[in-house]
């Protein structure tokens, strides 16, 4: 069940703290370790965090603006702002990984050396146990408040982990079997897998803004809370669709023809209600239709 809107509010703005902070320190010591070291599948990781700091900091300001309420001007409230945020969020990256690409071109044809390696080796896993952390926290409360921001950062963070991992791997070999390529060969890989979450954070962003109906499962457990109901003989046109952590139902209740208007409203309210429990941040729009053959 999705906490009520406060709770979310608290959840969001812990972890979009929690994400600066640690992106803030995981730059500072792959700043010094990169710079001990030379080695350019570090610098990849490092070009990644600044990136990871520059979306953190982009979601904290766009989710602090999507959880003010809805005014005059935005009758629907202010949350495909953090749609909006992840557009920019997924250029900034396919930015970086070009830099990155080619860094690593100009190391494949001109191998440099990787110096103080121990260093390097700490910093990595330090990196590796922080991202780790941050990331669980980070699905706990997506899981909680639904925020496409958080999850987008999740993803970055996410692969983090594995960046991290790889460039870890990429040292380690280097260090034991001596093999001058393999460095940048790595940082390119990198780069891949940079495009390729920029690429589904951008998907995700658009979705939202072309106000794509939510999945399958959402969509039938409506369904379920509704026919819950015993006076509801059925439902049709059921529309949905998101704008970052609220959710937006609209559907027709289809009911007896002979009850009363007053009775109809109140069936819808129950409904309402039920829906709510479950989907507390939603808003519900519902229409009252007499029985007919419909489409659900």
């Known amino acids: 069940m999705v906490l009520k809107l406060d709770d979310q509010k608290k959840l969001l703005h812990r972890a979009t703290v929690s994400a600066v902070a640690v992106a803030i320190v995981l730059i500072l010591i792959k700043l010094y370790a990169w710079h001990m070291s030379g080695s350019v599948a570090l610098q990849a990781t490092l070009a990644d965090s600044v990136l990871d700091a520059l979306a953190s900091l982009i979601n904290y300001f766009a989710v602090k603006h999507s959880l003010k309420p809805a005014d005059h001007d935005h009758r629907f409230g202010h949350g495909k702002i953090e749609a909006l945020a992840g557009l920019g ?31 390097s080796i700490w910093v990595l896993v330090i990196s590796i146990i922080a991202t780790l952390c941050l990331v669980r926290y980070q699905k706990y409360v997506v899981s909680k408040t639904n925020s496409t921001a958080v999850a987008a950062d999740a993803t970055h963070y996410q692969g983090d982990l594995l960046i991290n991992l ?3 791997a990429s040292l380690l070999c280097f260090h034991w079997i001596n093999i001058p390529f393999l460095d940048p060969l790595i940082g390119s890989g990198i780069a891949c897998y940079i495009v390729w979450s920029a690429f589904q954070v951008f998907r995700a962003s658009l979705d939202i803004l072309m106000d794509k109906e939510l999945s399958d499962s959402i969509r039938n457990s409506i369904k379920v809370l509704v026919l819950s109901h015993p006076d509801v003989k059925g439902l049709h046109d059921l529309r949905t669709r998101s704008t970052g952590i609220k959710l937006f139902f609209q559907l027709h209740l289809e009911l007896d023809e002979t009850i009363f208007l007053v009775e109809a409203h109140r069936i819808a309210l129950e409904v309402e209600t039920i829906i709510k429990k479950e989907y507390p941040s939603s808003e519900i729009i519902i229409h009252q239709d007499i029985i007919r053959k419909f489409e659900s």
Request: avoid cysteine; glycine fraction near 2%.
């Open 166 to 168: 790889s460039v870890l």
């Open 89 to 119: 969020q997924s250029m900034v990256i396919s930015i970086s990984a070009l830099f990155i690409f080619k860094e690593a071109i100009e190391r494949f044809f001109k191998p440099q050396p990787i110096y103080h390696m121990g260093i």
